[in-house]
Nanobody, 117 residues
Framework: VQLVESGGGSVQTGGSLKLSCAVS????????YGWFRQAPGKGRELVAT???????TYAASVKGRFFISRDNTKNTLFLQMNRLQPDDTALYYC????????????WGQGTRVTVSS
């Protein structure tokens, strides 16, 4: 199983980025997916999840600004991030699990997002 994130970068406050996660070696249409982030000097935070029936959850800190989606035809997970703030600066990880959205077996290497004021 391989998860490869892309789309990170540097933006100014108020800007947008769209992260992508290409998934291989996994029954993509059946799994639960999510995005975690880890800011410098802080622990990992669950940002958003999407189950196999497209049920989504979001951290309170990103609700209304971030949107998780998936394209089952391309085995790709997305995270659209709008109205970015400096507190959103972090390494963002794509995660997946075949059976549950409560814990995730597979992790990508991460893509860095930097938001400057």
């Amino acid at each position: 199983v391989q998860l490869v994130e892309s789309g990170g970068g540097s933006v100014q406050t108020g800007g947008s980025l769209k992260l992508s996660c290409a998934v291989s070696g996994f029954s993509f249409s059946r799994g639960c997916y999510g995005w975690f982030r880890q800011a410098p000097g802080k622990g990992r935070e669950l940002v958003a999840t999407m189950g196999s029936i497209t049920a989504t959850t979001y951290a309170a800190s990103v609700k209304g600004r971030f949107f998780i989606s998936r394209d089952n035809t391309k085995n790709t997970l997305f995270l659209q991030m709008n109205r970015l703030q400096p507190d959103d600066t972090a390494l963002y990880y794509c995660v997946a699990d075949l059976n549950t959205c409560r814990s995730f077996t597979y992790w990508g290497q991460g893509t860095r997002v930097t938001v400057s004021s």
